[in-house]
């Protein structure tokens, strides 16, 4: 029997399920591990209802095996008057990529968007991330021609 993928919604309770998970996200982008700093941030996201967490778990016999999660962020479109979510991180464990896991949570993410009435869900990704460039174009993401720029303020 095959293992079946779920994808749920990540919730406190789950914070010891996901913070290894962010934690590998974080150095993922060459930032050093710190599970405390992982758990702590999404702790409070959650706790604050800042974000939405969407878990993927690999289920294979009894107990699940976290594979992947995606993060979303509230952001509101002036121009439309309308809400909108920032799909702010997505991560698939390498032993896990290339098996629709990503695909999975980037559908349950639309669904989220359209269940909450938003007028669309955005994204970026930094430029030398070709494989989740790739993902995001074949799922329907088209780039835009805005200019976006960032001020570090620490």
């Known amino acids: 029997m095959s293992p079946t993928l779920r994808i749920r919604q990540g919730l406190l309770d789950d914070l010891d399920t996901l913070t290894p998970l962010f934690d590998a996200y974080r150095r993922f982008y060459e930032q050093p591990g710190d599970l405390d700093r992982a758990r702590a941030f999404l702790r409070e996201r959650l706790a604050l209802r800042e974000s ?4 993927a778990e690999r289920l294979d016999g009894d ?6 999660f995606t993060q979303l962020f509230p952001g509101f479109s002036s121009v439309a008057a309308r809400r909108l979510w920032i799909l702010n991180d997505l991560f698939v464990m390498p032993e896990a990529r290339a098996a629709g896991v990503g695909r999975a949570l980037l559908e349950r993410a639309r669904e989220h968007a359209r269940v ?4 669309r869900l955005t994204l970026s990704t930094v430029r030398d991330n070709t494989r989740a460039q790739g993902l995001y174009e074949r799922f329907g993401f088209m780039r835009d ?3 976006h720029y960032a001020l570090a303020i620490d």
Not at 63 to 68: F, L
Not at 116 to 119: K, R
């Open 52 to 55: 939405v967490i969407f878990l």
């Open 63 to 68: 107990t699940p095996r976290a594979i992947g």
């Open 116 to 119: 909450t009435g938003t007028c």
């Open 145 to 147: 021609a805005d200019l």
